[in-house]
């Protein structure tokens, strides 16, 4: 395996994660920032709200979009486990 190989792969790859990571992280930016707002209006000064509806919104967004989020990870996966025989010549 040369390493224009390995560094491509791993170029896909975190591509990948990065795909994969940015629907909970969005979700999660956009709920703290409505709770942020809505404490400051309000001036409630309670540190756990934002990380309870944080976590809920990504654990939601998790169970929802779950299968088409797997889905390019499991696509890849398989491809890179297919092209280990001509990688490693």
Do not use: C, E, N
Request: aromatic share 4%.
């Amino acid at each position: 395996m040369t390493q224009s190989v390995l560094i491509s792969q791993l170029h896909a790859m975190l591509g990948i994660v990065l795909l994969l990571s940015l629907p909970p992280l969005l979700g999660a930016l956009a709920v703290g920032l409505v709770i942020g707002i809505l404490q400051a209006v309000t001036q409630i000064q309670d540190q756990s709200l934002p990380v309870a509806f944080k976590l809920l919104v990504v654990i939601v967004i998790m169970v929802l979009f779950g299968p088409l989020l797997v889905a390019p990870l499991v696509s890849r996966s398989s491809q890179l486990f297919d092209s280990f025989p001509t990688m490693t010549q």
